[in-house]
Structures are given as structure tokens and as C-alpha cells.
């Protein structure tokens, strides 16, 4: 059974940072790409960065320069480093993986940038 459990989010001021985590289990971790998704108020979600299994990465334009993903095998973990945060960045964060043609979800974490 596929888990992805995030962590990492919370309140933080406008060019604050944060890191978000998330978990895999049930999966083969080494060779799934992954990818983190928000979604804000009223918005549609939205793919924010993606990680191959060799590592390469791909970021929404809205993000570029900014944030950072990467994952660490032995811990079967992915992340996502987020600076100079800016209050457009609010939303419910997800992690993702497609795993044998079946798309899997976290329960998603909060982020709120405010003053």
C-alpha cells in the first residue's frame, strides 16, 4: 500500500523560507519520479516542481529561482525547499507519485505567507 506523508509547512512572513518534506512508503522509491502540487484557494492545483528518479528537475515558471526539490533515496524521502516565500505562494501543498499507472496523493500540508 502506497503512503506519502508530508510535513513541513506552517505560517511564515514574506520572504520567509520553509521545507517541506514527504515520505514514501509501499512504492520503489529509487525509480518513481515525484512531484509536489499546491492548491490554493479557489484555484485549480497546480504542478509546482517534479524530480526524476535520476535526480533532474523541472519547476513551474511561478517558482523558478526560488524553490528547490530534491529527494534522498536512503530515507526514501523528497523535498522541497522554499525561499523568498511571497504571499502567492499560500496554499495546501501535496506530494504525488504515479506509481504503475495509478496516481497516489498525501494528505496535503498548509502554507501560509503573511505578515
Known amino acids: 500500500q502506497v503512503h506519502l506523508v508530508e510535513s513541513g509547512g506552517g505560517l511564515v512572513q514574506p520572504g520567509g523560507s520553509l521545507r517541506l518534506s514527504c515520505s514514501a512508503s509501499?512504492?520503489?522509491?529509487?525509480?518513481?519520479?515525484m512531484d509536489w502540487y499546491r492548491q490554493a484557494p479557489g484555484k485549480e492545483r497546480e504542478l509546482v516542481a517534479g524530480?526524476?528518479?535520476?535526480?533532474?528537475?523541472n519547476y513551474a515558471t511561478s517558482v523558478k529561482g526560488r524553490f528547490t526539490i530534491s529527494r534522498d533515496y536512503s530515507k526514501n524521502t523528497v523535498y522541497l525547499q522554499m525561499n523568498s516565500l511571497k504571499p502567492e505562494d499560500t496554499a495546501v501543498y501535496y506530494c504525488?507519485?504515479?506509481?504503475?499507472?495509478?496516481?497516489?496523493w498525501g494528505q496535503g500540508t498548509q502554507v501560509t505567507v503573511s505578515s
Open positions: 504525488h507519485v504515479l506509481d504503475r499507472g495509478v496516481n497516489y
Open positions: 509501499g512504492i520503489i522509491f529509487s525509480i518513481n519520479a
Open positions: 524530480i526524476t528518479s535520476g535526480g533532474g528537475s
